[in-house]
Each structure stands twice: as structure tokens, then as C-alpha cells.
């Protein structure tokens, strides 16, 4: 079965800082991976996914992640913090079957 | 037009008690899904179904029963409510790719905005 791993429960930046937010996965598969993001009280958007083809995967929001087959990983990044972007950030991986596994979500803060 | 709607948006009520909470999208999409979000903001799939059939049910109790009435809807009763049935529930649909392994997710799946529950 497929699964993902989000390292850190919890990550911290400042507003203008680089922002980090890692996820390796688990898959005997090609895997098909997704960033999600959980504003408050809200229900969950994609940022960004990656199926096949380039490696280096644009979303919204100005975030971006990449696709390390060597190191199972997918994380996602942003060059400069906002204080809006501020939310829960769910690694997800499409499972065979139909079904979207998620991480445990990292919740990113920013402070000014 | 909200495209995946969920009522109620919040529900208290007694353990014991039986509950349901409803889901429409209008996206023409056929796949639809329950999740659970508990205290921990952990997301697990309960149930997914495609063109109004059951294709995922995951270990949930059967106090749980879905039912979607056509490929727009898709319910969920609880029935003799239990603490740890607190939670937040999301409703949330795709249009299943026809590529890859396994009909695998291909596409976003559009969310709900998620439906409270509170059991006391």
C-alpha cells in the first residue's frame, strides 16, 4: 500500500523567509502525489500535483515542489513567506483503488 | 454556486443518538468521498463511491452507512452516536482518471467545507 510521511508537525518562518515542508512516500508503484492546504474552518485545496513528466511541479500560491524518485520525497516550498499563508498543509498520494492518502499535515506559521 | 455542499455545517447532539449528514456536488463528477478529520487534523478516507456504487469502504463501524441516491449525492448516517464520533467530516469528489494503474486519482478533488460534529 501506498502511504506518505510529513516530517514535522509543526513548522515555523518568518514573514520573507524560505518556506520547507517535506513529505517522503511509500509506493511499489509509480506514485501520483498532491500538496494540499487547509485554511480555518475550511475545507482543502490543491496547491499543486505531480503525475508524470517534469519533476518540478508549479501550484498556486507562488509554491512549488519536486519529485525525488531517488529519495522518495515531494516537498514543497516557497521562496518567501506571507502572513497568508499560514494554514495546515496535507502531502497526500493517490492510492490504487481510487483513493487519496494523506499525511498527518504539517501546520505552518508565519510571524511578522 | 458552491461546487461540493455539506449540511449541516454544524451538528451537537447526545450520544446515543442517529444523524445525518448530507453532500451534493455539482461538478458532474462520479466519484464521491467521506473523510474523517479527528482532533489531530489526521485525515482518513471512510467510504468512496463511483457512479453511485461502493468501491472504498474502509474499517469503519457500521453504524456508519452511506448512501449516495445518484452520482450528484452521496449521505452519511450515523447511527447510536459515540464520543469518539466527534470529528470533522469532509464530503469531497473527482472525476476519476481513466489513466494510470488502477484508476488511480489523477485530478483535484474538490472539498467540502466540512461538517462539525459534535457528540456530548
Known amino acids: 500500500a501506498q502511504s506518505v510521511t510529513q516530517l514535522g508537525s509543526h513548522v515555523s518562518v518568518s514573514e520573507g523567509a524560505l518556506v520547507l515542508l517535506r513529505c517522503n512516500y511509500s509506493?511499489?508503484?509509480?506514485?501520483?502525489l498532491f500538496w494540499y492546504v487547509q485554511y480555518p474552518n475550511q475545507g482543502l485545496q490543491l496547491l499543486l500535483k505531480?503525475?508524470?513528466?517534469?519533476?518540478l511541479v508549479k501550484g498556486i500560491n507562488g509554491f512549488e515542489a519536486e519529485f525525488k524518485k531517488s529519495e522518495t520525497s515531494f516537498h514543497l516550498t516557497k521562496p518567501s513567506a506571507h502572513m497568508s499563508d499560514a494554514a495546515e498543509y496535507f502531502c497526500?498520494?493517490?492510492?490504487?483503488?481510487?483513493?487519496?492518502?494523506f499525511g498527518k499535515g504539517t501546520t505552518l506559521s508565519v510571524s511578522s | 454556486d458552491t461546487a461540493v455542499s455539506q449540511t449541516p455545517k454544524y451538528l451537537v447532539t447526545q450520544m446515543g443518538n442517529d444523524k445525518s449528514i448530507k453532500c451534493e456536488q455539482n461538478?458532474?463528477?462520479?466519484?464521491m468521498y467521506w473523510y474523517k478529520q479527528d482532533s489531530k487534523k489526521f485525515l482518513k478516507i471512510m467510504f468512496s463511491?463511483?457512479?453511485?456504487?461502493?468501491?472504498i469502504n474502509e474499517t469503519v463501524p457500521n453504524r456508519f452507512s452511506p448512501k449516495s441516491p445518484d452520482k450528484a449525492h452521496l449521505n452519511l448516517h450515523i447511527n447510536s452516536l459515540e464520543l469518539g464520533d466527534s470529528a470533522v467530516y469532509f464530503c469531497?469528489?473527482?472525476?476519476?482518471?481513466?489513466?494510470?494503474?488502477?484508476?488511480?486519482?489523477?485530478?483535484?478533488?474538490?472539498f467540502g467545507e466540512g461538517s462539525r460534529l459534535t457528540v456530548l
Open positions: 469531497a469528489s473527482t472525476q476519476t482518471g481513466t489513466g494510470g494503474l488502477g484508476g488511480r486519482i489523477t485530478g483535484e478533488l474538490f
Open positions: 463511491y463511483n457512479n453511485k456504487e461502493l468501491i
Open positions: 461538478l458532474g463528477h462520479d466519484t
Open positions: 509506493s511499489s508503484v509509480p506514485p501520483y
Open positions: 505531480y503525475t508524470t513528466g517534469a519533476t
Open positions: 497526500a498520494v493517490s492510492e490504487i483503488g481510487t483513493a487519496l492518502i
